[in-house]
């Protein structure tokens, strides 16, 4: 298969962990209706996003968030993340760090899905830039999924979940508000720019390299 379609779910997160997992399996089979094969949620989907709110959240895995979401996977014939290409996944921040997206094309990755939640300062700045830089510099697809924007939210998220191509094209933007954004993911495109700008065949490896260590 060279083609599929991506959907990144742009979710209003709530208070209540059942509500948002609820809407979010719900979303997830909208999108599988509308010929989605890989699925993403946003960074902290199910709880509000910020460090003080894990210990209230935080599961065991499996858990109930996780075994939700295998159930309408398997239901819906759907990937929440993975297969048809190579995925790498990081979340938010990771985004900066282009050693990962570079190790990441390095062991064939053909799509980076970073959810994530940037807020109204770094977000209008950077969301954008930084997903354009890591899909030229690598070649590759790359995906954010962002929370929807809440303003009265602790900590207001950026929204613009985004998918753009190994040419650094935007091909979908969502707004700030809840929304499904599909993109459809051709790899033969991905193959003939790589083609076209051969970077991964003229790297000069003699000279630098950058490698994956082991923890």
Partial sequence: MTSFRLALIQLQI???KSDN???ACSFIREAATQGAKIVSLPEC???PYGAKYFPEYAEKIPGESTQKLSEVAKECSIYLIGAYCRVGLGICYDMRFAELAQIYAQRGCQLLVYPGAF???TGPAHWELLQRSRAVDNQVYVATASPARDDKASYVAWGHS???NPWGEVLAKAGTEEAIVYSDI???KLAEIRQQIPVFRQ???DLYAVEMKKP
Wanted: glycine share 0%; no cysteine.
């Fill in 14 to 16: 709530s208070s209540i």
């Fill in 162 to 164: 985004t998918v753009v």
């Fill in 21 to 23: 997992v609820t809407r």
């Fill in 203 to 205: 790297k000069r490896s």
């Fill in 186 to 188: 051709d790899l033969k």
């Fill in 119 to 121: 807020n109204l300062t």
């Fill in 45 to 47: 989907f199910n709880s």
